[in-house]
């Protein structure tokens, strides 16, 4: 019989709209990591002061080694780069800031000198190894690559700007890049599960000649795309629909009208510990 859910027209509609079936469980105890853009310090920042067992190694903010981490391309590179597949050839920036690593605003400054490239890697590999669960938020579309090839970047500084060029990816490439990446990580840890999901966080800014607004639309649209494809195509990678559940509220942000409400948080975050959390994995 073929059941057709018809688009609610009579009553407001909220995120518990938005379904919800992992294929997967979790315990408190099961080793989770998570790598993405700032709503991905969210997710981190939530999980451990709920006291789940959240793995991170040299942290730059509260999710883990990485720092915000907010296209395709660069999670590929980490991965790719504590699987030994990929090495950065670019000199660092001006100061030694590492040109793969994005740093929090107010916080010193990581740099090259105070950790090198070989220790970024270890740590990599020893949250990849540690972990059970990796929660990979997907924030953007527009990649700035070094005119080598070797490093993508979010936003090069002005210093070194010239050296990089804007690419904006399609599903293809993206979907590539998360496969890849994932590849790379699964050499380090075959046992690694995936939880895909999109950041609700609307772009800052764009470089794009379009307004900031169509070229969200268009960033979380391909990016959505690309993780629910993904999802379907491997049974040890789910996909969360944490933008979807944002966007079916009618008042996600906060004043800046970028940042999700503390209180939207919390649902989504209980939303996904709720259904996820039954057994061991």
Not at 69 to 92: K, L
Not at 106 to 125: M, N, Q, S
Not at 160 to 178: F, H, M, P, Q
Not at 251 to 269: A, G, Q, T
Request: proline share 8%.
């Amino acid at each position: 019989m073929i059941v057709a859910q018809n688009y609610p027209t009579a009553h407001p509609i909220t995120p518990d709209i938005v379904s919800y079936t992992p294929k997967f469980h979790i315990t408190r105890n099961t080793p989770i990591t998570a790598m993405g853009s700032c709503f991905a310090v969210e997710i981190s920042r939530h999980l451990q002061k709920a006291g789940y067992n959240y793995i991170k190694h040299l942290p730059i903010d509260a999710s883990g080694p990485w720092g915000k981490v907010y296209n395709p391309a660069s999670f590929r590179q980490f991965m790719e780069h504590a699987a030994g597949t990929w090495e950065p050839q670019i000199s660092p920036w001006p100061g030694g800031r590492c040109p793969y690593r994005k740093w929090t605003p107010g916080t010193k400054e990581w740099t090259v000198a105070d950790h090198p490239y070989t220790e970024l890697r270890d740590a990599t590999i020893r949250t990849l190894t540690e972990a059970k669960v990796f929660i990979l938020t997907l924030g953007l579309i527009e990649t700035w690559r070094h005119k080598t090839g070797d490093v993508a970047y979010q936003v090069p500084p002005k210093e070194v700007a010239d050296d990089y060029s804007l690419c904006v990816d399609l599903v293809g490439y993206i979907e590539d890049d998360i496969k890849l990446g994932m590849e790379a990580a699964w050499s380090v840890n075959a046992n690694l599960k995936f939880v895909l999901t999109v950041s609700p966080v609307p772009l800052r800014a764009t470089f794009r000649t379009c307004d900031v607004f169509t070229a969200n639309l268009d960033s979380k649209n391909r990016l959505r795309i690309a993780a629910r494809a993904i999802a379907d195509d491997y049974d040890v990678v789910d996909y969360f629909p944490s933008y979807e559940m944002a966007m079916a509220d009618p008042n996600p942000f906060r004043s800046d009208n970028r940042h999700v409400r503390p209180e939207l948080i919390s649902y989504i975050m209980r939303r996904w510990t709720d259904e996820t959390i039954e057994g061991d994995l």
